[in-house]
């Protein structure tokens, strides 16, 4: 599986940005997949999933009405729309893919199976 993100970059407060993930290796029109941000000093944490058979999709409360997940099963990539950006937005960009697993916890890493390599998006 290979998962590589593009499209981020330095923003105004305010302005969007859109990322993508293109896949590779897997079944994308039948997986769990999630963006992920890491900033400086601070943990990794979950920003958005999306089971992309039924487009179902859950976000962090932090970008819920701000960011939004969505997939293009036939070209295999996942999407970050991120709108009215902040800040604390500001952080390197991971997606990930996971297998099928009732137990597992969307906003958790240890449940995920591939990672890209990140984009950073800066907010100033």
């Known amino acids: 599986v290979q998962l590589v993100e593009s499209g981020g970059g330095l923003v105004q407060p305010g302005g969007s940005l859109r990322l993508s993930c293109a896949a590779s290796g897997l079944t994308a029109s039948n997986t769990y997949m999630a963006w992920f941000r890491q900033a400086p000093g601070k943990e990794r944490e979950g920003v958005a999933h999306i089971y992309t058979n039924s487009g179902s999709t859950v976000y962090a409360d932090s970008v819920k009405g701000r960011f939004t997940i969505s997939r293009d099963n036939a070209n295999n990539v996942v999407y970050l729309q991120m709108n009215s950006l902040k800040p604390e937005d500001t952080a390197s960009y991971y997606c990930?893919?996971?297998?099928?697993?009732?137990?597992?916890?969307?906003?958790?890493?240890?449940?995920?199976?591939?990672w890209g390599q990140g984009t950073q998006v800066t907010v100033s």
């Open positions: 990930a893919a996971r297998r099928p697993n009732s137990d597992a916890i969307w906003y958790q890493t240890t449940w995920y199976d591939s």
